[in-house]
């Protein structure tokens, strides 16, 4: 008789984060974002095992940091990202991906690494 597999522990998030505008002049930016709709927001999507409010703090102190947000990041937009949390990490890095996605197609300007 075997055991059913141990439930996936809810405790990753995926996260946004609004950048400075000035995120375009960013050649890499750029090149990434070549549908960007300048009425849109320029944001950055991750996620992490931590509070996103954590998370964000230790970018811009430069704690294993994505230069954008360090550089650029203004402030979290949970309005984008909220009703996500809490996954498990397989779950998380999907969605940090699909939430990108579609934050590009609606012209957002977007960086995820």
């Known amino acids: 008789?075997?055991?059913d597999p141990k439930p996936a522990r809810q405790r990753h998030s995926v996260y946004v984060v609004e950048l400075d505008k000035a995120v375009v002049?960013?050649?890499k930016f750029r090149k990434a974002n070549p549908n960007y709709d300048p009425t849109q927001p320029c944001v950055y999507v991750g996620?992490?095992?931590l509070?996103?409010?954590k998370r964000f703090a230790n970018h811009k102190?430069?704690?294993k940091s994505?230069?954008?947000?360090?550089?650029?990041?203004v402030r979290l937009l949970p309005a984008l990202y909220a009703a996500?949390?809490?996954?498990?990490?397989?779950?998380?890095?999907e969605m940090e991906?699909?939430?990108a996605i579609a934050l590009r197609e609606k012209g957002f300007g977007v960086w995820q690494a």
Not at 85 to 93: E, G, I, L
């Open 47 to 49: 996620m992490t095992g």
């Open 97 to 99: 991906v699909d939430l």
């Open 66 to 73: 994505n230069r954008f947000v360090e550089r650029y990041g």
């Open 51 to 53: 509070k996103p409010e």
């Open 61 to 63: 102190a430069g704690v």
């Open 84 to 93: 996500y949390n809490p996954m498990p990490y397989d779950a998380a890095r």
């Open 1 to 3: 008789m075997g055991s």
């Open 25 to 27: 002049y960013e050649p």
